[in-house]
């Protein structure tokens, strides 16, 4: 069974930083990628930021040039450094990952981030 378990959320103050993982518990290869989405209270899910199996990299441009995504082959890990926090970014951050084979999607359970302005 394929588990994405996410970790490193917390309480911050605004202006600060935090590293969110995501470690799967098979080869981060067999996605070809993965990405973090997050869910505001009353808002829809939205993508933050997503990296391919090849190091490509996209991000979300209310977070462009505050949070980097990065990925650990070795570790099977995923990484969402997220620095300068706003309070708007205050949401459950969700790991994804995409399976190269048939596409399917799969969900971590989901980590709470919240800035205090």
């Known amino acids: 069974q394929v588990q994405l378990v996410e970790s490193g959320g917390g309480l911050v103050q605004a202006g600060g930083s935090l590293r969110l993982s995501c470690a799967a518990s098979i080869s981060i290869f067999s996605f070809d990628a993965m990405g973090w989405y997050r869910q505001a209270p009353g808002k829809q899910r939205e993508l933050v930021a997503a990296?391919?199996?090849?190091?490509?990299?996209n991000y979300a441009d209310s977070v462009k040039g505050r949070f980097t995504i990065s990925r650990d082959n070795a570790k099977n890990t995923v990484y969402l450094q997220m620095n300068s926090l706003k309070p708007e970014d205050t949401a459950v951050y969700y790991c994804?990952?995409?399976?190269?084979?048939?596409?399917?999607?799969?969900w971590g359970q989901g980590t709470q981030v919240t800035v205090s302005s």
């Open positions: 990296i391919t199996s090849a190091g490509s990299t």
């Open positions: 994804n990952g995409r399976e190269a084979v048939w596409g399917r999607p799969y």
